[in-house]
């Protein structure tokens, strides 16, 4: 990364600049280049959406709406990389970036940009969420376990802690996510990591995470998805038949999973042994189930159903320290959460027209 070895990798390791650069022209480049085009044929290309609509009798104009959120996305990722380009300029072109006037800069283009993107699905996909226990995001530091079952619930966990309850966050990223351009600059100008779950080294990996929370700050939520990656039945399958070889216990335990994959507790524990103080926050969702691909996404827009999203808080003091304790303690906590998603679901169901 341009500015990486002290944000994005958290001080671990250095960054091929040439691949982040190359990266960067393709990603950053791509959508500077798309906004205008895209800004002209928009008129066209909504009628042409909208004709396909009512030909196939989607009376919602699904697919229309998907063509203006995706024109409205890459219009935002161009105009917060020009933001991120000034910021980076009026930084002494990024040798200031990680003073604390430059990082509260920073945090508030993230917090504009996360509470946008947020606006730009609600008023296209027609996302419609409810929130119980927010009350419960404060006071920090927490460390937030967070379902993972869409790209776009990636979103949710990060603005409820910047935009709604007013904290700072620091987020453990898939790698994968440095190709979201927005994501990419400000998430490594900030104080985040972007984890490589192919390392082989990944006690590094683990070293970066636990430096992230050491540095955090009292009034700060640090966000992980314990899970790994985006929970879909075909994995927690072959999830399951590995650990039958490998742990025979926690094979028995993510069979009793129905829509979360087992989770890992590795680096949640590497969080909590950096930030010691930390209270744990679960967040727990329903209604993503319909972003979950590009033919959920089409075939649900306007999305039929509102997401539902529930925290529980739970204080350090009954949060084991031992790493196989914690492991044991998530894994019965995923096993809480798995069956309010399995009953939540079975109530949208019955609601659904």
């Known amino acids: 990364m341009i500015i990486t070895a002290v944000a994005g990798d958290y001080r671990t390791r250095r960054v091929s600049r040439p691949r982040t650069v190359l990266r960067r022209l393709l990603t950053v480049g791509g959508v500077m280049l798309a906004a205008p085009v895209l800004l ?135 790698a994968e996510l440095r190709n979201e351009p927005s994501i990419d600059v400000v998430g490594h100008r900030l104080p985040n990591h972007f984890v490589d779950r192919t390392s082989s080294d990944m006690g590094t990996e683990l070293a970066a995470m636990r430096a992230m929370a050491a540095d955090s700050g009292p009034d700060e939520a640090l966000i992980i998805y314990p899970e790994g990656g985006l929970s879909r039945p075909a994995k927690r399958r072959r999830i399951v038949e590995k650990l039958r070889s490998t742990d025979p216990e926690a094979a028995e335990r993510a069979e009793r999973l129905h829509h979360l994959l087992p989770p890992r507790s590795a680096g949640a524990a590497a969080l909590l042994e950096g930030r010691p103080d930390a209270d744990v926050v679960v967040v727990g969702h329903v209604g993503f189930e319909q972003l979950t691909d590009p033919v959920h996404i089409w075939r649900s827009v306007p999305l039929r159903y509102p997401v539902r999203i529930r925290l529980w808080r739970h204080s350090r003091a009954d949060v084991p320290s031992g790493r196989e304790e914690f492991a044991r303690w998530l894994a019965a906590r995923w096993e809480e959460l798995d069956n309010w998603v399995d009953h939540n679901l079975e109530t949208t169901d019955e609601e659904k027209p």
């Open 40 to 174: 002209v044929l928009s008129p066209v290309l909504l009628v042409v959406a909208a004709l396909v609509d009512l030909v196939m009798g989607r009376w919602g104009l699904g697919t229309a709406r998907i063509v203006l959120f995706v024109v409205g996305w890459v219009v935002l990722a161009a105009v917060t990389a020009v933001a991120a380009f000034v910021l980076w300029v009026a930084e002494g072109f990024g040798t200031r970036t990680h003073t604390p006037r430059a990082q509260a800069r920073e945090r508030s283009l993230e917090t504009w940009w996360l509470g946008t993107l947020i606006g730009l699905i609600r008023s296209t996909l027609g996302l419609r969420y409810s929130i119980e226990g927010l009350d419960l995001a404060r006071p920090g530091p927490v460390v937030v376990l967070a379902r993972h079952v869409s790209l776009v619930d990636a979103l949710v966990s990060p603005v409820l802690w910047t935009n709604l309850a007013d904290m700072g966050i620091r987020v453990v990223f898939m």
